[in-house]
């Protein structure tokens, strides 16, 4: 008997799990679905069975028995409820950022890294980061990896609901709600706060969590990370210095024989992936592989991926059923 409970059920992150759970044929035997008060009570059919939406509250959660609990529901309440989840005995994974830099909890994309479960809490990672490290970690393996530096292309579907709507009100000529400045006809280069050095939120996890997922705490890392008027999937430029000097051609065949990466690059044909192309597909797109002239050993990349699919709800679930499955996550 397999028990799941999903936490932020209503959510964009989470209804995507939820059409994963059915499409993926995940084995489980009974399904929780947690919101906050706002959405309980809503009714959501899965598999051709019902669930009736419950607000989360902290005596459910200590009366609860959950084998695994997907989090996707912001920081504050993965901060407060992953804990009381895990002294239950559940493993949680985690899609807020509030796990992500703890030194005991694995933080995973299952093409790259394995769990240990030194803690019953495992953090997906940033989705930037997710579609960024799936390409450098082969590259890292076979030729050592010693700088990156990313500009990203974030999609307004990376704020959630709110995000979206912020582009839908732009286009009626509305004031934006969620932003600080207007998204549509624009690009803005703030995700989340600033931090006192300059840099936001965003582009500092960019580069902590590269740095422990690819398990180099001392990778010279750089980030700029920009919001632009796409509904969904990111992009990220991803330039980068190896140690030794492959050809641009042993990259291509490197990375295209890597789970989940597609390579679409043939600038004769003007072939390359973009954020339409690439939304609602699962896994990541790279192209516009080619040799940086201003450093030695030096590459661009571009890497394509749904952010509600391998940045967030895709890598969830593909963690949750390697644990079930008893698999290991390579
Ligand atoms: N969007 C992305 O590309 C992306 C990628 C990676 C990670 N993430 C992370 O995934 C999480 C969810 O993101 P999202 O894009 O799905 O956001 P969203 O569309 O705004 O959904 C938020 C979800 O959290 C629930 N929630 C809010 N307050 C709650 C509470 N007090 N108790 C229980 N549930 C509560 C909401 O329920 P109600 O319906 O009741 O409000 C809703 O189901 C965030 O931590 C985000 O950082 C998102």
């Known amino acids: 008997m397999v028990s799941i409970a999903l936490v932020g059920s209503t959510g964009l992150v989470g209804q995507t799990m939820l059409q994963l759970l059915d499409e993926e044929a995940v084995p489980f035997d009974s399904l929780t679905l947690f919101s906050s008060a706002r959405s309980a009570g809503k009714e959501i059919t899965l598999k051709g069975n019902s669930y009736i939406v419950e607000e989360l509250t902290e005596d459910k959660v200590r009366a609860s028995q959950f084998d695994y609990v997907l989090m996707s529901a912001g920081g504050d309440i993965s901060q407060k409820f992953a804990p009381l ?105 703030q995700i989340d706060v600033f931090m006192e050095d300059g840099y936001t939120k965003e582009e500092q996890k960019m580069i902590h969590e590269t740095q422990k997922i690819l398990n180099q705490p001392d990778l010279a890392v750089t980030a700029t990370c920009v919001r632009v008027p796409v509904p969904h999937a990111h992009a990220v430029a991803v330039n980068f210095t190896l140690e030794s000097n492959p050809s641009v051609e042993e990259v291509r065949e490197l990375l295209g024989s890597f789970p989940n990466i597609t390579v679409q690059d043939d600038p004769s044909e003007e072939i390359y992936p973009t954020p339409l192309e690439a939304a609602h597909k699962k896994g990541v797109y790279v192209g516009r592989i080619r040799r940086d002239p201003s450093l030695p050993n030096s590459y661009h990349l571009w890497s394509v991926s749904d952010n509600i699919l391998k940045g967030a709800a895709w890598n969830a679930v593909q963690i949750l059923t390697q644990l079930i499955e008893g698999k290991d996550v390579n």
């Not at 005995?89 to 394995?114: F, H, Q, T, Y």
């Not at 307004?156 to 912020?166: A, L, Q, T």
């Not at 932003?179 to 006809?185: Q, R």
Request: glycine share 6%; with cysteine.
């Open 85 to 189: 989840f895990e002294e239950t005995g559940a493993i949680v994974i985690d899609n807020s950022s509030a796990w992500r830099m703890d030194p005991a909890i694995d933080l995973i994309v299952p093409e790259v890294n394995k769990p240990s479960l030194k803690r019953r809490i495992i953090a997906n990672p940033n989705c930037s980061t997710i579609q960024s490290v799936v390409p450098l970690k082969p590259l890292a393996e076979k030729y050592g990896l010693t700088r990156v530096a990313y500009t990203t292309y974030q999609s307004v579907s990376g704020s959630g609901w709110k995000g979206i709507e912020d582009l839908d009100r732009g286009e009626k000529g509305e004031a934006p709600q969620n932003y600080n400045k207007p998204i549509y006809h624009n690009v803005i280069p």
